[in-house]
């Protein structure tokens, strides 16, 4: 039986990497995404996702989430994904139209009907998902654990220290982290040796089909110096995919909320015998490039 999975996301060009790669398995049941701010604004993010199942047809409900993070002001990152988070490219009009529930309304709906419990795939800001725990507690339970890509053991992209996801709320990544739920971290230390060469976008774009075509043009507008230098938001989906592509240590986990400085980095400790994450630090890059490739030729 599928492994039933909810995404949680801000589309985004790796966001929308993820999603093809989850709806092109098999082994994976997306019965819902929701939509948080980060990338970009919630309207941005959620239009993307909805044009995105548009466009390799698969209907799923797509639930909008929070508009802002819990305690400060938003952080966009127009300058990576581009005005329209998806490198520039214009889709057009959405074949779907949104949910009205919002996303831990939905989120909550789906664990509670769901026969097997749910995995999480947390790849944008961790807002819907500390909501969901903060208003449904008691749904904790159905909640088979929460891959999440964010954070960092060594160094930030955002700041010296802080990865953007757990950058742009902190604030609701301590409460995820603190949650005790089973976590999966996926964090720079790991997205960052998945790169993508030119060679390998060219392979992409001659796959055959539409999807294909499109994901090389997104990859072209996140390359720098001929290849992307990490792939981060479809690292959550392979690993759900071929656990044995990751190599996972558990550690304790802490989020930075209180110092200027220090905002959102992540503390990752291996040596406490309090663990309360597995966090990954090393990929088999090949193999998963090669699972891209294989996943996209599954799409139109």
């Known amino acids: 039986m ?9 589309p985004g060009i790796d966001d929308a990497i993820a999603m093809f790669l989850a709806i092109a398995s098999e082994e994976l049941d997306v019965k819902l995404v929701t939509t948080c701010a980060g990338n970009l604004s919630l309207d941005t993010v959620t239009r993307n996702a909805l044009q995105l199942l548009s466009f390799v047809g698969h209907d799923i409900e797509v639930a909008p989430g929070a508009k802002e993070p819990l305690l400060k002001e938003l952080v966009v990152a127009e300058e990576v994904h581009g005005e329209t988070g998806l490198g520039g ?44 725990l903060k208003a449904y507690p008691d749904i904790r339970d159905r909640i088979e654990q929460v891959t999440i890509m964010g954070g960092a053991c060594d160094g930030g992209n955002t700041t010296p220290v802080a990865e953007f996801n757990i950058y742009v709320d902190p604030h609701a990544a301590k ?26 976008i060219e392979a992409i774009r001659n796959i ?54 220090t905002a959102g980095q992540t503390v990752v400790d291996r040596m406490s015998q309090l663990k309360n994450a597995e ?22």
């Not at 005790?180 to 996926?186: A, C, D, E, R, V």
């Not at 507008?221 to 230098?229: E, N």
């Not at 966090?279 to 799409?299: G, I, P, Q, T």
């Open 2 to 10: 599928a492994k039933p999975i909810i995404i949680d996301c801000d």
């Open 175 to 200: 409460i995820v982290f603190d949650s005790g739920l089973p976590i999966q971290m996926f964090g720079l230390d790991v997205t960052m040796k998945v790169t993508i060469l030119k060679h390998e």
């Open 89 to 132: 490219i214009q889709l057009g009009d959405a074949n779907y139209s949104v949910s009205k529930r919002s996303a831990w309304e939905a989120m909550r709906d789906v664990l509670i009907h769901s026969e097997q419990k749910v995995t999480i795939v947390a790849i944008g800001p961790l807002t819907n998902v500390a909501l969901l």
């Open 208 to 261: 055959g089909n539409r999807t294909g075509e499109l994901v090389a043009k997104m990859l072209d507008f996140y390359s720098r110096d001929d290849r992307v230098m990490g792939m981060h938001d479809p690292c959550t989906i392979a690993y759900l995919l071929d656990p044995s592509l990751f190599t996972l240590t558990p550690c304790h986990v802490q989020v930075e909320t209180n110092s200027e400085l």
């Open 279 to 300: 966090v990954a630090f090393d990929v088999e890059r090949d193999r998963m490039v090669d699972l891209l490739y294989d996943s996209l030729k599954k799409l139109n």
